[in-house]
């Protein structure tokens, strides 16, 4: 990878890319193919756009919503949306990043002008997010193209790809002495997770909680709690061998959905409900669970990104009755360039075992075979390596 650091890419060059023609394929998505290896053509970086080399992208469980087109997006784009990487070229008007910089991708380009991010909430970036629903850049620029026309971009990312141009306010700088394939992760499964405990319910020490799916996200959050100090921590899910890790991780109690019915296990281990619960699978019935799950007073934190026409019911009364609260965490309620770099001082000091998370590595033309892996439930972060 050091050995492409003196080329320039001003004018355009091409990129091996993961695209994503079509959404709907039926698994086993090695077989159906829905993701094809191309040779595609990569504009440089436009004013305040960054050319960045990819080190590490992870296979996320929101890339998999949009192959089942569960999460429809514009077609055809390239994916991926967890990353990290060494910058290569930098367009006009940008003064905080140079070439050979380490960076993590944020997938909320956090504009910084809106009345969120000056409110502290760029997670819900206007702009940016309207960008990512338009399959663009920040600038509403599409830089990829194949042989017939644009191709989208994915969140602001594009992981899948050897080459990817992104916004300046997509990037968050590191600490170079980070391997890129861990900080890779730092991207979405750590910020997500470990963000909901300690930014969007701000978990005290000595609380409870339950969280239900011990994918990336929820081993995170698994992570955050015990950093947040609390005293016990329940895991939920229907694998043993991703409870097990949980238990490594820092969970003090173990559910597997398969043997134990969780609500009623989690009511009886926390003397009435967890204090906090929270729903990282992206179902609304896992989050009428956690609902369920949480005690009067509670609070029930939905990190998962169910299907848009899925709809979920409680009784009403159960708010106002048993004062409960009900909060959404996108992102991880995080601002990129403060809680990405807190994080991984917190992963150098040892706090968080993030490197747990990785599973499996694999090469750009195993991908299909890497989202079989995910949609079993085989695998935690697979991390495509690109080196």
């Not at 990512?132 to 599409?142: K, P």
């Not at 947040?228 to 559910?255: M, N, P, Q, W």
């Not at 917190?346 to 995910?374: C, S, W």
């Amino acid at each position: 990878m050091n050995g492409t650091a003196l080329k320039t890419y001003t004018s355009s060059m091409k990129t091996k890319a993961a695209v994503l023609y079509e959404m709907g394929a039926s698994p086993p998505y090695s077989e159906s193919q829905p993701f094809r290896i191309d040779e595609i053509t990569l504009a440089g970086p436009g004013a305040g756009e960054v050319l960045v080399e990819i080190a590490g992208a992870g296979l996320c469980h929101s890339d998999l919503s949009v192959v089942d087109g569960s999460r429809p997006r514009i077609m055809p784009m390239v994916m991926g949306h967890e990353a990290s990487g060494i910058v290569r070229e930098v367009g006009a008007g940008v003064s905080e990043f140079a070439p050979g910089d380490h960076v993590v991708f944020s997938w909320v380009a956090c504009c910084g002008r809106c009345n969120f991010c000056i409110s502290a909430r760029g997670a819900l970036c206007a702009p940016g997010n309207a960008a990512n629903i338009a399959g663009t850049l920040l600038s509403g620029a599409r830089r990829f193209a194949d042989s017939n026309a644009a191709v989208n971009h994915h969140l602001g990312v594009s992981a899948f790809s050897q080459f990817t141009v992104a916004a300046q306010e997509s990037l968050v700088k590191i600490d170079p002495s980070v391997q890129l394939a861990t900080a890779a992760l730092f991207g979405c499964a750590v910020v997500t997770g470990v963000g909901a405990v300690v930014n969007t319910a701000r978990v005290p020490p000595g609380s409870s909680v339950a969280v239900f799916g011990m994918g990336g996200v929820g081993l995170s959050a698994i992570m955050g709690a015990r950093v947040a100090g609390a005293s016990t921590i329940i895991a939920v899910d229907r694998f043993d061998d991703k409870l097990t890790l949980a238990r490594e991780l820092g969970a003090t109690h173990l559910i597997n959905v398969e043997r134990d019915e969780p609500v009623a296990a989690i009511r009886e281990l926390t003397a009435g409900g967890a204090d906090y619960a929270f729903e990282s699978v992206g179902s609304e019935q896992v989050l009428i669970q956690a609902y369920g799950a949480t005690k009067c007073g509670g609070t029930t934190i939905t990190v998962g990104l169910p299907a848009p026409n899925k709809m979920f019911s409680i009784p009403a009364i159960s708010i106002t009755a048993e004062e409960r609260t009900i909060k959404g965490s996108y992102m991880g309620s995080c601002i990129p360039r403060r809680d990405i770099p807190r994080f991984i001082g917190m992963y150098q000091a040892g706090l968080l075992p993030v490197d747990k998370l990785h599973t499996h590595t694999l090469r750009l033309e195993e991908i299909n075979l890497g989202f079989d892996r995910l949609a079993q439930g085989q695998a935690v972060r697979q991390i495509i390596d690109f080196s």
